[in-house]
């Protein structure tokens, strides 16, 4: 399975990855100082600096008993590998957007790990001394085998390392500078302009696992860009079929209320929590007379009254209950919220980036 991998990634037609490098474990394993430069509390996420000045984060993964499944699954239905480390590889390789992190590279390491096995004792498998050495040892090499000769793959995804971490960190940490109104603002319409991006202009959709301020992250100038996206090997299977078409939609509806939530913890500097209380506050109908109440403390005041109200708008109708919805008012996407931003910016003067 390692070496069918290796193949498509590195050999031309279909395992081709235009515009994604490969780098040994070795340039890893240096480029993170030994693996030392740990970035988050798991320990799968480090800061490397690699030869020729390339600044990234690199997280690993690690082969699992899914990965082996569906790789047994495609070749059983002759449709060869469909590990999900590559395609994940070809989903990310083909991503192109200012505010979508980028994937720079990869690697595949192997690494030697010894099998366990404990022989029975003589007393309860009565044997002669040389039968149960025979015995024994071919047992191991059945297990070498059964376990893939010993080895544990890793696979290092290497991105753009983001300076400035998650806007949750730039949001809530005490020690941090706070963001002013303008960068608010601006990563209000980078994340729209991104998903409009994964959600529209991709095809198939690419899914995105969540959308929060823990997975929107900034760079050194500040610039908002969506992470962790992915999609699962069994969405490309079936990406022509109708089950596949319900999930996009499914997931398209969603979309908004998320994006919506993520708004009012940009005004209000607030975390959602699971008690939806900012989502409750958004739908009072008293919530205009209140918004500037609301508005984060961190901001000092100074904000633009106009541009506040139009995004509490925007998040109010992101978040609307779904009886509400179901009644007539229909459901807001993602390109008719970047459209009334920019609108709503334009007529006002503003100087933002729309993706």
């Known amino acids: 399975m390692g070496c069918c991998l290796h ?43 690699f030869a020729g000045g390339l600044v990234a984060t690199v997280v690993r993964r690690r082969r699992d008993a899914d990965d082996a499944d569906h790789h047994r699954q495609g070749e059983g239905g002759g449709g060869g590998t469909t590990d999900a480390f590559y395609l994940e590889l070809q989903l990310l390789a083909r991503l192109n957007h200012r505010h979508v992190v980028r994937l720079r590279g990869f690697a595949l390491a192997h690494h030697a790990r010894p099998v366990p096995f404990r022989p029975p004792t003589l007393s309860s498998f009565p044997l002669c001394a040389r039968s149960l050495s025979l ?29 400035n971490r998650s806007l949750k960190e730039c949001l809530h940490d005490p020690l941090r500078t706070p963001l002013d109104w303008r960068t608010r603002l601006q990563v209000a319409i980078d994340v729209a302009a991104a998903l409009e991006y994964l959600y529209y202009h991709c095809d198939p959709p690419v899914f995105h696992v969540s959308v929060n301020s823990g997975t929107v992250l900034m760079d050194a100038n500040f610039v908002a860009k969506l992470s962790d996206v992915g999609v699962v090997s069994h969405d490309v299977r079936l990406a022509s079929t109708d089950s596949f078409q319900d999930r996009v939609e499914q997931r398209r509806a969603g979309l908004a209320f998320q994006y919506g939530v993520l708004v009012l913890e940009l005004v209000t500097g607030q975390s959602p929590g699971a008690d939806g209380e900012l989502v409750r506050w958004a739908q009072d109908p008293g919530s205009a007379a209140s918004v500037h ?49 920019q609108g709503k910016l334009e007529r006002i003067g503003c100087q933002a980036r729309f993706g």
Do not use: N
């Open 7 to 49: 193949r498509r990634l590195c050999l031309g037609g279909t395992g081709t990855l235009p515009f994604v490098r490969r780098f040994t474990p070795k340039e890893v394993e240096a480029a993170t100082r030994g693996f030392t430069a740990v970035l988050d509390a798991a320990g799968t996420a480090y800061r490397a600096r």
């Open 293 to 341: 109440r609301m508005v984060d403390a961190d901001l000092g005041g100074v904000y633009d009254a106009r541009e506040l109200r139009d995004l509490v708008a925007v998040a109010r109708l992101c978040t609307r209950d779904r009886d509400d919805r179901d009644e007539g008012a229909g459901v807001v996407t993602i390109p008719q919220i970047v459209r009334y931003l």
């Open 135 to 163: 015995l024994v040892r071919i047992r191991e090499i059945q297990l070498w085998i059964w376990l893939g000769s010993g080895v544990e793959r890793f696979r290092f995804l290497v991105f753009d390392h983001m300076e």
